[in-house]
Nanobody, 129 residues
Framework: QVQLVESGGGLVQAGGSLRLSCAASGRAFSDHALGWFRQTPGKEREFVSGIDRSGGTFYADSVKGRFSISRDNVKKTVWLQMNSLTPDDTAVYYC???????????????????????WGQGTQVTVSG
């Protein structure tokens, strides 16, 4: 069974940067797309970014131009580089792995939580203003 372990969260001032990492166990990492979601208390978990098997990247409008997702299939790791952080980015961030999927994905597929079969435990990101 796959395990996803996030790291890199913390407290940062507005305008600062953080880099989240998500390391996966198990096999066939390259057969899956990956995504980052975030959640704040009392709100639904929301899509932040996704990367398909081809390396195609997708972003929510709220983070486009500030966040960057990348993956390394050999290291079985996905990263989320977050720049120009604002207090609105404060949340618990989760990485997730889709079921085995086609080489190319759509943002509709990556943004849907039902597309994912495994989730990490989450890492807290707090941006002070």
């Amino acid at each position: 069974q796959v395990q996803l372990v996030e790291s890199g969260g913390g407290l940062v001032q507005a305008g600062g940067s953080l880099r989240l990492s998500c390391a996966a166990s198990g096999r066939a990492f390259s057969d899956h797309a990956l995504g980052w979601f975030r959640q704040t208390p009392g709100k639904e978990r929301e899509f932040v970014s996704g990367i398909d098997r081809s390396g195609g990247t997708f972003y929510a409008d709220s983070v486009k131009g500030r966040f960057s997702i990348s993956r390394d299939n050999v290291k079985k790791t996905v990263w989320l580089q977050m720049n120009s952080l604002t207090p609105d980015d404060t949340a618990v961030y989760y990485c997730a792995r889709t079921r085995r999927t086609a080489y190319y994905a759509t943002i509709e597929y990556l943004a849907a939580q039902s597309s994912y079969e495994a989730w990490g435990q989450g890492t807290q990101v707090t941006v002070s203003g």
